[in-house]
């Protein structure tokens, strides 16, 4: 019996170790998320102020009329 306990209390280290493992790698992604959204929101920021899109911003304003009209 004293075998098996210390052959539970192991997997058990490695699992808890696994366990935070996998906890920190959650957070690295996580941030690596927000730091992606980050720069989507002035990627878009920079689009939207740019010449050409506010140009082009009557015409797909149009668009969902037009889809209803021809659709």
Known sequence: ??????????????LR???EEMHRELVRKTFR???LE???TE???TYE????WR???P???LKPTLKKLLG
Not at 2 to 11: D, L, Q
Not at 49 to 52: A, G, H, M, P, V
């Open 1 to 14: 019996m004293g075998v098996r306990s210390g052959e539970e209390a192991s997997e058990a280290a490695a």
């Open 17 to 19: 170790a696994q366990r």
């Open 33 to 35: 998320i927000g730091e």
């Open 38 to 40: 980050q720069e989507l």
């Open 43 to 45: 990627l878009a920021r």
């Open 49 to 52: 102020e740019s010449l050409s």
């Open 55 to 57: 140009l082009t911003a």
């Open 59 to 61: 015409i797909r304003s």
